[in-house]
């Protein structure tokens, strides 16, 4: 049982570096051959929804929420993967599943040609970086992002302030994750920017490529790994049942007093 308690892999720094390389590389590949559209975070899609709005573009308006829509799917579907696939039913963990969705999408997306359909793929890279922010929250216990850099500066910041002021050890291996995830997404950007002026659609497939390193390290320990979430499982079973026992009890109290006083 002691290595129930042991991290999984997927939780690890080294491999949210490799995510965060992938993350930056596909927002360097949507803006260089895809239109020139940033497809991990949506806060600029919306913008531009409400610009487009604001000038009666309805089309327009809707080109640039159908992403966000996508990432809106993309959440839901992990999230479906999440509570619907078992590991005592697969042989795989559920985050294998959603990155070999993104490995698969990804190299589809290889063999779209440049142009008309840049609008496909701009929604289909918004719904696979939906499911790796889903999935892969974590690093470390420290909730982190790899595909947008916003949230990890702040975190990064305040670690640094916090360490500071406290003097914690902690903190300063918090905000170390936080930016040397930034650093990785950035470096991810930088390969994405050079290779895919070389290779254009074609230069996607490294971050496919990438992936499949991710999905095939993610097979070390996963059955500690699953054997600690069948244990927090039965953990939230038994707190629900003393749950309801209690108030069971306290309605039996309540139906006791209510008779005794008549």
């Known amino acids: 049982m002691e290595g129930a308690n042991k991290k999984h892999i997927s939780e690890s720094f080294r491999l949210a570096a490799v995510l965060a390389l992938v993350g930056g590389f596909l927002d360097a590949y949507t803006y260089i051959c895809r239109g020139q559209v940033f497809s991990n975070a949506q806060t600029g ?3 531009l929804v409400g610009l487009a709005l604001a000038e009666n573009d309805f089309i327009n308006a809707i080109y640039h929420f159908l992403p966000v829509i996508a990432f809106i799917v993309g959440v839901i579907i992990t999230e479906t993967i999440k509570r619907r696939v078992k590991f005592k039913e697969t042989f795989i963990h559920w985050r294998q599943i959603v990155i070999g969705a993104e490995i698969i999408i990804l190299f589809a997306i290889a063999f779209i040609p440049m142009g008309r359909y ?3 793929v701009n929604i289909s890279i918004s719904l696979i ?3 790796q922010v889903e999935a892969f929250r974590k690093v470390n216990g420290t909730a982190l992002s790899t595909t947008m850099c916003t949230g990890n500066l702040r975190t990064g910041t305040e670690q640094v302030y916090r360490a500071i002021i406290e003097k914690s050890k902690d903190k300063v ?3 170390a994750q936080a930016y040397g ?3 990785f997404f950035s470096i991810g950007a930088a390969i ?3 290779v895919t002026r070389i290779y254009m659609e074609r230069s996607i497939l490294i971050a496919s490529a990438m992936l499949l390193i991710v999905f095939i390290s993610m097979f070390r320990n996963v059955e500690k ?3 600690k979430e069948l244990e927090e499982d039965d953990e939230i079973e038994e707190e629900e049942i003393d749950s309801e026992i209690e108030e069971l009890k306290e309605n039996d109290e309540e139906k006791t007093e209510f008779k005794t006083k008549c």
């Open 225 to 227: 790994y699953i054997l």
């Open 192 to 194: 994405g920017g050079i």
């Open 173 to 175: 291996r918090i905000a």
């Open 118 to 120: 840049d609008g496909l």
């Open 181 to 183: 995830i930034v650093i």
């Open 129 to 131: 970086c939906a499911m």
């Open 45 to 47: 899609n919306i913008v």
